[in-house]
């Protein structure tokens, strides 16, 4: 009797969640939620709350305990028993939701109904459940507990993001930050509901990854960074790989490693030269060598390590400014015999010959084949092959790659990458000057339909993505003033329809959100007080 009590009264709370009544306020989230409602109410959260979750829900429901402990030094019971009736409880529900219109993105979407005893968080799957925790978490915080009792507000919300794709890249390579860096950014990652990490862990400057059968690529490859090529080998066991990959899982975050190739390849040729394609006296040894049968061998043992320490299926190869340093491939006897055998006339051939097969090797594991836009002019599986925009000035590259239905994370330098300068007073971005400054409003804005090109009505554009390229990045304060309060802003850009966005309001909730990374200790860039911190020269 008790339990058909319960359930009476889950059942009459979503019935008046689609009512939505009450007067609309404010609500402190970022991002914006699709549809919310003020109600007339508010929910009494103590010690005495207990979580009730459905048994498949065990890990979401077990991260939400963790984080109220953590960030509210909060104990909640967890229980899967339904015949439990308390006064306040917290409901994760798996159901279909009942919204009127079709729902896109569906795994990912939400329902929450609030009254004064009882909180329902309700999806069709495990990562909408977690998107609704998140949102429940970020009203907790931005309430302050009266005698140990947290009053939050009520609404009723229904939510879902605008792009499935909403990313974070960090380069790992030119400068490394460490396992704890790494987790804290996950975790701002998660509570703005970001959910690709996209982790740039090989390049020229060093090799990042633990690689057991090549283990000079990380004791060897992994020294020095892009200020000193003489600092001692900074990499990532595969332990620790394998930790951060399971940390980012409990938050719904997938991470996409990138293994640069055929360019980008310095640090790995240092480590095992015999695979070399050479470079140039800027770019020593860029290159990895295309006309070799033992570099694709090399190569295909090393993408084997490294699908079996990400389940994303996703590996991202580069393929970018290969131009950098393939001078010696005219020459080269052994790439001039592959040209004739094969029946390539230039160079850029002999990349998509190199692509091909090493995204062959990556299909037959499984695994979709990520890279940066100078791929959109090689043949490859549109099913199998995403294509990365990053080159706002070349978009007969994005054309191109609208034309041969790839799909497409949007990431161009303008306004997408966090290394350049967010305010035309900063002197250490890339570059800082009025007309290139990425700040945090023209992220919020952008448009990846705002191009000047003819967009086919199938176009599969995914999502979008900052990139946060260290070149001029050497440390956790400089990095955090460069993520923070973008990231906020591309949450937003990402996750909240258009015709829901208002750059004013969200002004508004970013100022609370600031008083965040305060308590985080967050070294971040206050754009409504440009000098209240410093700008970090490195």
């Known amino acids: 009797m008790i339990k058909i009590e319960f359930m009476k009264k889950i059942i009459l709370l979503l019935f008046l969640s689609l009512i939505f009544v009450g007067a609309v306020a404010q609500i402190p989230l970022i991002p914006s939620p699709q549809r919310y409602e003020t109600i007339p109410a508010q929910f009494s959260l103590s010690k005495a709350t207990i979580i009730i979750h459905d048994m498949e829900l065990d890990e979401v429901a077990y991260y939400l305990q963790k984080e109220l402990l953590r960030h509210e030094n909060l104990p909640l019971t967890l229980t899967s028993d339904y015949e439990q009736a308390p006064a306040s409880a917290i409901s994760l529900r798996l159901n279909q939701l009942n919204s009127k219109q079709p729902v896109a993105n569906e795994k990912e979407s939400y329902s929450i109904s609030m009254d004064a005893g009882l909180i329902v968080v309700e999806a069709s799957h495990k990562k909408g459940i977690f998107n609704g925790i998140i949102t429940l978490l970020q009203l907790i915080r931005f309430t302050e507990p009266i005698n140990g009792t947290w009053q939050l507000q009520c609404y009723n919300i229904e939510d879902a993001p605008a792009y499935e794709w909403r990313g974070l890249m960090l380069d790992e390579s030119r400068h490394f930050f460490g396992k704890e860096k790494v987790k804290q950014l996950i975790d701002w990652m998660a509570l703005y509901k970001l959910n690709k990490f996209h982790w740039h862990l090989t390049d020229s400057p060093g090799w990042r990854i633990e690689i057991l059968q090549y283990p000079k690529l990380a004791y060897v490859g992994g020294i020095g960074n892009h200020t000193n090529p003489h600092t001692p080998a900074k990499y990532y066991s595969q ?70 320490l990400f389940p994303s299926q996703i590996i991202h190869l580069g393929g970018d400014e290969v131009h950098f340093g393939n001078a010696k491939w005219h020459t080269d006897e052994t790439i001039l015999a592959l040209m004739k055998r094969e029946k390539l006339k230039e160079m850029s051939e002999v990349e998509n010959y190199f692509f091909q097969r090493m995204s ?22 549109p099913d199998k092959t995403i294509v990365y925009f990053w080159r706002q000035d070349k978009l007969q590259q994005l054309q191109t790659s609208l034309n041969k239905g790839y799909p497409i994370v949007m990431t161009p330098r303008l306004p997408m990458y966090l290394d350049y300068a967010q305010d035309s007073l900063h002197v250490h971005g890339v570059p800082a000057n009025r007309s290139r400054v990425n700040s945090y409003d023209k992220i919020y804005n952008f448009d990846p339909y705002g191009y000047d090109v003819n967009y086919p009505l199938n176009s599969n554009i995914l999502g979008m993505q900052v990139n946060v390229w260290t070149e001029r990045i050497a440390t956790e304060n400089r990095l955090d003033y460069m993520i923070f309060p973008r990231i906020a802003a591309l949450a937003e850009a990402t996750w909240t329809r258009d015709n829901k966005k208002n750059i004013s309001d969200f002004n508004d909730r970013l100022k609370k959100h600031l008083v965040l990374y305060e308590k985080d200790d967050i070294y971040y860039y206050n754009p409504f007080e440009p000098f209240k911190t410093a700008e970090p020269a490195k």
């Open 360 to 381: 062959d090797t990556l299909f037959k594991m499984n695994n979709r084949l990520a890279a940066w836009d100078e791929i959109a002019e090689f043949n490859l599986n």
């Open 239 to 308: 332990e620790e790989i394998k930790e951060i990959v399971k940390y980012a899982s409990e938050r719904q975050i997938d991470i996409i490693p990138e293994i640069d190739m055929p360019g980008h390849a310095s640090a790995a040729n240092r480590a095992y030269p015999e695979y070399s394609g050479g470079g140039s006296q800027k770019h020593p040894d860029f290159t990895f060598h295309p006309g070799k049968e033992e570099v694709y061998s090399y190569l295909t043992n090393i993408l084997k390590e490294v699908d079996a």
